[in-house]
């Protein structure tokens, strides 16, 4: 998969996609039904198939103080693009630029001369251009005028519910991470560089693999069964594992992060990139008058979510 994080003065190769496009929080069932419909009109017209998406988020950019919402990280989502076989990842800028272009502006001169794609799908609720003035009809309308055809896809509901970015925050917010995964069609993920600790985990007999969860949308503090892939470096691969979300109540205070305990592991990760899969939910976050009180608890935890994932299907 390319990556291409600019609209102006692509390579032939890099144009004339079949594109989904949206901001894809989470890349979920709904996302994928989306990018689908794109994947079809690649094949049938022999292009590549194309996502088209914005970094920052725009409401990151619009409200930069509002509370963290997102699911996933630039990294995670391309990952997760590059797992569904995207070709063309356009990673297009959230600026002051484009953000000041009007609809027309956007349609003609981004997706038509900049990207020169054949064919763009859209959510039934998608809108664009400076103010949220165009809608699915008006880029219809303005894709005829610049070379692209386009399709819209009606939202995704399953059971009668419709799958949303917001029901799947308030899944893993209520701490259930299982009922995240049936509506993302993947398990909830975060990823990122592994960071230097006060290694308080490895003088306890649990050294952890510590990341930031910074601007992005937490889900409930507590401890997880996990399972974790090293994406790079000596030990890449796929682990189980047991990790904490939350602020360390027993150590003081301190800024949320996530502890990942790799199982049956033994290396140095600082330095580089993991995926870590929420399972399931073991318990909510503890303040303990003790370590050994603390171990204890860890011991327990690390025993269900061994017994946990032990009936969990390798990837």
């Known amino acids: 998969m390319r990556r291409i994080r600019f609209w102006t003065g692509l390579k032939t190769d890099d144009r004339g996609a079949s594109v989904a496009i949206g901001n894809f929080d989470g890349v979920h069932l709904g996302h994928q039904h989306v990018i689908d419909i794109a994947r079809r009109h690649a094949r049938d017209s022999g292009a590549p198939l194309g996502i088209v998406t914005f970094e920052p988020h725009p409401r990151e950019y619009f409200a930069p103080k509002a509370p963290p919402f997102r699911l996933m990280n630039a990294e995670t989502r391309a990952h997760r693009f590059e797992k569904l076989g995207v070709d063309l990842l356009y990673e297009l800028p959230f600026d002051a630029i484009l953000s000041s272009l ?18 763009a799908v859209v959510g039934a609720d998608f809108r664009f251009g400076r103010g949220r003035d165009g809608d699915v009809e008006k880029l219809r309308s303005l894709g005829r005028k610049a070379g692209f055809e386009v399709t819209v896809a009606d939202l995704l509901h399953v059971d009668g519910l419709e799958i949303s970015s917001t029901a799947i925050r308030k899944a893993l917010s209520d701490g259930r991470p299982r009922e995240a995964a049936a509506m993302l069609g993947h398990w909830h993920r975060i990823d990122g560089e592994v960071l230097g600790g006060d290694r308080r985990g490895r003088e306890l007999g649990y050294p952890t693999a510590n990341m930031s969860i910074m601007r992005l949308h937490p889900p409930r503090f507590g ?41 049956d592991f033994s290396g140095e990760l600082y330095g580089e990139q993991l995926s870590v899969a929420f399972i399931e939910y073991l318990r909510p976050e503890m303040k303990f008058d003790n370590l050994g009180d603390l171990v204890a608890q860890m011991d327990e935890d690390c025993a269900r979510a061994r017994e946990i994932l032990a009936g969990l299907e390798r990837p």
Not at 238 to 255: H, K, L, M, Q, W
């Open 102 to 119: 009007s609809a027309e502006e956007f349609a003609g001169d981004v997706l038509g001369a900049g990207l020169g794609i054949r064919h």
């Open 223 to 263: 401890i997880y069964a996990v399972r974790v892939e090293v994406l790079t470096g000596p030990h890449r691969g796929c682990y189980d594992g047991a990790a904490s979300i939350g602020v360390r109540p027993t150590f003081g205070e301190n800024a949320p992060n996530l502890e990942t305990f790799l199982f």
